[in-house]
Nanobody, 125 residues
Framework: QLQLVESGGGLVQPGGSLRLSCAVS????????VGWFRQAPGKEREGVSC????????VYADSVKGRFTISKDNAFNTLYLQMNDLRPEDTAVYYC??????????????????WGQGTQVTVSS
């Protein structure tokens, strides 16, 4: 059974950068669509960025386009989210997620069934 563990969150000033990591165990990501999601207090969980299992299709929320980059390292079985030019509105708990499929997903939380525990990102001066 695939297991996901996020790390890399923390407190950062506006304009700063963080790189989130999602360590994968129990299987490889070869046939999994993967993504990053976030949930701010009082708000619904939303898709930040997702990619299909062959990394031929990646999607980003409009609010993070040009600032965030999703990537996957098959050798280390790890998923990453590089976050640059962070803004206070990026403050949230960030989750990585996966689903075993060869289909391209829309990056909606309901499409994913394996979740990490989350890591807090706080952007504040």
């Amino acid at each position: 059974q695939l297991q996901l563990v996020e790390s890399g969150g923390g407190l950062v000033q506006p304009g700063g950068s963080l790189r989130l990591s999602c360590a994968v165990s129990g299987s490889t990501l070869d046939y999994y669509a993967v993504g990053w999601f976030r949930q701010a207090p009082g708000k619904e969980r939303e898709g930040v960025s997702c990619m299909d299992y062959r990394v031929t299709s990646t999607v980003y929320a409009d609010s993070v386009k040009g600032r965030f980059t999703i990537s996957k390292d098959n050798a280390f079985n790890t998923l990453y989210l590089q976050m640059n030019d962070l803004r206070p509105e990026d403050t949230a708990v960030y989750y990585c997620a996966a689903v075993q499929t060869v289909l391209t997903k829309k990056c909606a939380p309901y499409e994913y069934d394996i979740w990490g525990q989350g890591t807090q990102v706080t952007v504040s001066s």
